[in-house]
Nanobody, 123 residues
Framework: QVQLAESGGGLVQAGGSLRLSCATS????????MGWFRQPPGKEREFVAG????????SYADSAKGRFTISRDNAKGTVYLQMNSLKPEDTAVYYC????????????????WGSGTRVTASS
């Protein structure tokens, strides 16, 4: 059973940056594809970025391309989301998720979830 714990959220002005981390425990991290999702207030959870088990393949939502970067450190069992040029519409609770397969963009495809970290980008 993989356990996930996000950190790094907070309040930032529009145009600023944040780096989210997701630490894992209880499983073999390198066997899981990882994803970042977010849930804006009053909206459904949406895909942000995904990364393959070896870190060689990444994918992004259109809203994240060019501003966000997903990465992972298999030795540390941690996945990261570097977010630059934040906009008010990036305000959401951000979740990391794991699945023992290739990365995907659909939340129900993921087996394990963290409890989320809140990001607020003020205008």
């Amino acid at each position: 059973q993989v356990q996930l714990a996000e950190s790094g959220g907070g309040l930032v002005q529009a145009g600023g940056s944040l780096r989210l981390s997701c630490a894992t425990s209880g499983g073999t991290f390198s066997t899981y594809a990882m994803g970042w999702f977010r849930q804006p207030p009053g909206k459904e959870r949406e895909f942000v970025a995904g990364i393959s088990r070896d870190g060689m393949y990444t994918s992004y939502a259109d809203s994240a391309k060019g501003r966000f970067t997903i990465s992972r450190d298999n030795a540390k069992g941690t996945v990261y989301l570097q977010m630059n040029s934040l906009k008010p519409e990036d305000t959401a609770v951000y979740y990391c998720a794991a699945r023992p397969s290739i990365p995907g963009a659909v939340p129900r495809e993921y087996n394990y979830w963290g409890s989320g970290t809140r990001v607020t980008a003020s205008s």
